[in-house]
């Protein structure tokens, strides 16, 4: 009785790994030319890869925030979850806020090089001063529109997408 779901591998001991185990090395990465270990790379466009930069965006951007009501684009025409979450909010603490002028409700504009977006704002104390966070997945103020193509993760292609440099300002 009840859902049935499928067997959880890794219960079983096995990971799909080539030792069948979990491997904080990586001999995959290592054949392949890469660091076998997890380490920190400092994002292409940082406060300290580029501080020239960092002076004009001296905001962090990171992108991709979830939305409980919604799994990536989907479900928006969801009547029922239109009216819980009716649009995107750019999250920011709310000293941050308060030092580019901006307060809870208000319309932020937030430019990258790349592009400039506008989104209704939510002030929270559960960023770190300093951070904005925008969520994927809507159309009009896409994340997409402020992120390069141009520098990518060395292993997985993956665009940088969760360490921005921003600057915010009211729309």
């Not at 790994?17 to 392949?32: F, Q, R, V």
């Not at 890869?49 to 001296?58: A, F, G, H, R, V």
């Not at 030092?99 to 937030?110: A, F, L, P, T």
Request: hydrophobic share 30%; charged share 25%; glycine share 8%.
């Amino acid at each position: 009785e009840g859902t049935y779901y499928a067997e959880i591998k890794y219960r079983q001991g096995k990971y799909r790994t080539p030792s069948g185990k979990i491997e904080l090395y990586s001999e995959t990465l290592a054949e392949n030319g890469y660091d076998p270990i997890p380490r920190h790379i400092e994002p292409t466009r940082s406060p300290l890869s580029t501080p020239e930069l960092y002076k004009k965006y001296p905001v962090i951007l990171t992108t991709g925030a979830r939305i409980p009501e919604y799994t990536h684009s989907q479900f928006r025409q969801v009547s029922s979850m239109q009216k819980r979450a009716p649009e995107p909010l750019a999250e920011i603490h709310p000293d941050t806020a308060k030092k580019y002028g901006v307060s809870d409700g208000d319309m932020m504009s937030v430019e990258t090089v790349k592009g400039k977006v506008d989104f209704k704002t939510r002030t929270t104390e559960a960023l770190l001063p300093g951070v904005v966070s925008i969520p994927h997945g809507w159309a009009k103020a896409n994340a997409n529109l402020l992120t390069e193509l141009d520098h990518r993760d060395p292993v997985t292609g993956y665009t940088e997408m969760k360490a921005l440099l921003c600057r915010v300002g009211k729309a």
